[in-house]
């Protein structure tokens, strides 16, 4: 009752429409009544014989039958369409919301959440909320309406024959309760099951060129087919439930029939307390005086259905971001761009630290390079910049200002990514060159292709900037790609800079090319380099070295080398001893990879 009362709260934006179909129920259930008394009424008329009185009522009577059909047709379509209105619009609200909830949480979120199951729950966990909706509690109004009038009605009918056909409720409701225990953890198993299917599909299929190139398709094939089954099965053992209660509510609802069909018969005939036209309107009742019982069953399959959907969603809207704006946190205006790390310490998991002290400071306009072995948490320290993370203790500054005190819109407003693993819409190459700043206009953005040395091969494409370039820029070759970042970044025209292995998907020429626009970029700006390519660690005011999450060293190129640590060590491994890198070496990264 909790999670479904938190659910209809959604629904007040669509109480008019529920309005106009809850009063259509409630004619429907009239005409319902209505109907049988008036079949009642024709019956009566025959036994009177072809008198012109009674040829008269049964076309009156006819006509008020038809009547109420018509009448029923134009309420049941009121009521069906103004219900799936309400329902389908929680459902876009329900969606809008969860998709809003989801883009405010931190990256931390997603680390053990598959895309799939997430896309499991905004669609299809959502889409069950319609049913509730649009179909299990206008059913349960109309059916509740319908019992009480029908049972009013047959035991003003005939009393005896009521009581007899009470005789297989108390079965009836023990067999609901039953299946209402059994079918809910079953169906919650089905939906996670289905958000399981989807993560594993939408991983193959954002993976298939890696599974072509090491022709592991029978592998995922029978993976694939594996959770295909599982879901299926796990649907076919909530359909067994479903196959064995509902025939078993019609044959306790047959007894009634049958006791009553049994004994109004004999009134008929042996006792005479009953007219024929009176049982065939018990008859009729009963029908609808069994229906709602049965129905009851359908209608607590489809709101379990719904629920732990809802239980689902509700489980992703009441997580909260571990990165949020502080109360109070003000907008910053256009900052200058100095960077301070004071004291700086960060873990992804409790126990097992990624950085430890990290104390340095980079002034406005000026380079950072971050260099060392893989995992020493090089792009740890540029993801608490943007406040993708927060550090676990110490802060982080920028123009002096701790970057938890203003909000994350505005501080991310002043920093541009250009990243190792580029990711592209799919839309227009003009879409993803403009996404960074949506506001520019044409001639910006092909300046910002020049200078990042991409309006060549744009031009060249088959609709030039209009060209669809595929999901995750598929159509694009490595390098074009990573053009399209830089001009991204170059017509955001932001004050902080971060590259992250910005030129590693680029040959040697392509990269001369790109150097001279990313050095036209960094100027004037306060840049964070991760240990790319050598040209650019060569060129950096400062080169800051870890090593086991900490400060090994941090000085110039040269300093460095004189030192012979860490930094030196790493030089003259990639480099084979040689004091100066040959020509040929110039491009070769320096202890590459992520941090």
């Known amino acids: 009752m909790k999670i479904l009362m938190r659910l209809l709260k959604f629904t007040r934006q669509d109480w008019p429409n529920f309005i106009i179909a809850t009063v259509s129920v409630l004619v429907i259930t009239g005409f319902n009544l209505w109907i049988p008394m008036i079949i009642k009424q024709i019956l009566a008329l ?83 909320m319609e049913t509730l909706t649009a179909h299990a509690l206008p059913d349960m109004l109309s059916n509740t309406l319908l019992l009480i009038g029908v049972t009013v009605l047959v035991f003003s009918l005939n009393a005896t024959l009521a009581c007899y056909a009470l005789i297989p409720i108390p079965l009836l409701i023990f067999a609901l309760f039953r299946f209402n225990t059994k079918i809910r953890p079953a169906l919650r198993k089905v939906q996670a099951t289905l958000g399981d299917l989807s993560a594993l599909v939408q991983d193959n299929l954002s993976g298939i060129k890696e599974i072509q190139l090491f022709t592991q398709e029978p592998h995922e094939s029978e993976r694939v087919g594996g959770s295909v089954w599982k879901y299926t099965n796990g649907m076919l053992a909530s359909l067994k439930k479903t196959a064995f209660y509902h025939p078993l509510f019609e044959f306790l609802t047959s007894i009634g029939t049958l006791l009553v069909v049994w004994l109004g018969a004999r009134q008929i005939m042996i006792h005479g307390t009953m007219e024929a036209e009176t049982l065939v309107a018990f008859i009729l009742y009963l029908g609808m005086f069994y229906t709602p019982v049965t129905t009851l069953g359908r209608i607590v399959e489809e709101i379990q259905t719904t629920l ?6 509700f489980e992703i809207l009441d997580t909260d971001p571990d990165v949020a704006d502080s109360p109070g946190a003000s907008a910053m205006p256009k900052v200058k761009g100095a960077i301070q790390f004071d004291n ?41 910049i943007p406040r993708f993370y927060d550090p676990t203790a110490g802060r982080v500054l920028i123009d002096g200002v701790d970057i938890k005190t203003i909000t994350m ?11 190792q693993d580029v990711f592209l819409f799919n839309g227009t190459v003009a879409d993803n060159i403009l996404y960074g700043a949506p506001q520019a206009d044409e001639a910006a953005m092909k300046r910002a292709a020049e200078q990042a040395h991409a309006y060549e091969f744009i ?30 970044a170059i017509l955001r025209d932001t004050p902080i800079l971060i590259l992250d292995e910005a030129t590693s998907a680029v040959d ?88």
């Open 459 to 488: 031009s060249q494409l088959p609709e030039g900037f209009d060209t669809r370039i595929g999901e995750r820029g598929v159509k694009l070759s490595g390098g074009q790609k990573q053009r399209l970042a830089i001009a991204r």
């Open 46 to 128: 025959i036994g009177d014989g072809q008198s012109p009185d009674a040829l008269l009522g049964i076309t009156r009577s006819g006509l008020m039958l038809l009547g109420a059909y018509l009448g029923r047709t134009v309420c049941q379509f009121l009521q069906r369409y103004y219900s799936h209105v309400g329902g389908w619009s929680l459902v876009a609200r329900m969606r809008q919301k969860t998709y809003d909830h989801i883009q405010k949480l931190s990256l931390r979120f997603f680390q053990d959440k598959p895309t799939g199951q997430l896309m499991s729950r905004m669609i299809s966990d959502t889409a069950n």
């Open 344 to 384: 700086v310490s960060f873990a992804y998991r409790k126990d097992v630290p990624v950085l430890e002290h990290i104390n340095f400071a980079v002034a406005p306009g000026s380079s950072l390079a971050l260099v060392g072995p893989t995992g020493v948490g090089k792009t740890t320290i540029a993801s608490l």
């Open 308 to 313: 732990a959907g809802a239980e689902r969603v």
């Open 409 to 419: 819109e505005s501080l991310r407003s002043q920093i541009s990514l250009v990243l």
């Open 508 to 595: 040697s020429e392509t990269e001369t090319e790109i150097q001279a626009a990313l050095r036209e970029l960094m100027r004037g700006r306060t840049t964070i380099i991760i240990a790319h390519r050598l040209s650019t660690v060569r060129e950096a005011d400062q080169i800051l070295v870890l090593s086991d999450g900490r400060i090994a060293e941090i000085g110039k190129h040269q300093e460095l080398l004189r030192k012979g640590g860490l930094y030196s060590k790493l030089y003259h491994i990639q480099f084979k001893d040689a004091p100066e890198p040959p020509e040929i070496l110039e491009h070769v990264e320096l202890a590459g990879g992520r941090g």
